[in-house]
């Protein structure tokens, strides 16, 4: 009985190279938002010194690419620190003095806190919580993450942002308070400190504007 060959590879082959471009070009068609630990927030328990969570097998199970935001469901007993410096994040301090350092305010204590972040530099992006004094930090609050170029930065990350909106004034009250919007990186970086109040506000456009996108 003739040996049978086996079947070509090439029609398999190519199927196969079809199927991870395609899978490939779909991981970055669209910016994400990513909630950092998932439905456990951003939260330490102060009496067991432990996070709610692995930070770091969680940001295994995510791909994260330029213009995407890290969602931190948290309260004001931690903060939320973002750093490229690897030194600063093993050490579990920010240094102010650090232009790769940036710090979100956290209000007033115990205070219910949404805070957006976005991703606006490709390679290595550290965070974690320096507060007591970087225990939360040194007990698991931390986590690092690879950024990816993906789409690159949508405009609303790569260009000022327009003037605040400000509300006129009622005809029986006094002036209307501002209402600002998130701030947006300058030459790639954000500001040194962000304050979380401002931030919240501007966590309603970036929702908005990804809808676009």
Known sequence: MPKRSP??????????????????????????????????GWFFNSTTNTSATNYSSWASTQTFNLGDYLIFNTNSNQSVVL????????????????????????????????????????????????????????????????????????????????????????PDSAESPTVAVADVPKNGAFVKRVDVRVVVYGLGVVMVLLQFW
């Not at 240094?95 to 940036?102: E, K, L, M, P, Y």
């Not at 219910?112 to 606006?120: F, G, K, W």
């Open 83 to 170: 750093t490229y410096n690897n030194t600063v994040y093993l050490n579990c301090t920010a240094d102010d003095s650090d232009n790769g350092t940036f710090i979100y305010n956290s209000g007033t204590f115990n205070q219910t806190l949404t805070i957006p972040v976005p991703l606006t530099i490709v390679g290595p992006n550290y965070f974690f919580s320096d507060t007591s004094d970087g225990v939360q930090c040194q007990h698991g609050l931390a986590f690092e993450i690879q950024v990816q170029r993906g789409l690159g930065l949508p405009p609303s990350l790569n260009q000022p942002p327009p003037p605040p909106y400000k509300e006129p004034p009622g």
């Open 7 to 40: 079947p070509p590879m090439t029609p398999y082959l190519t199927a196969l190279l079809l199927l991870t471009t395609i899978s490939a070009a779909s991981a970055a068609t669209e910016y994400k938002n990513h909630t950092v630990g998932g439905t456990s």
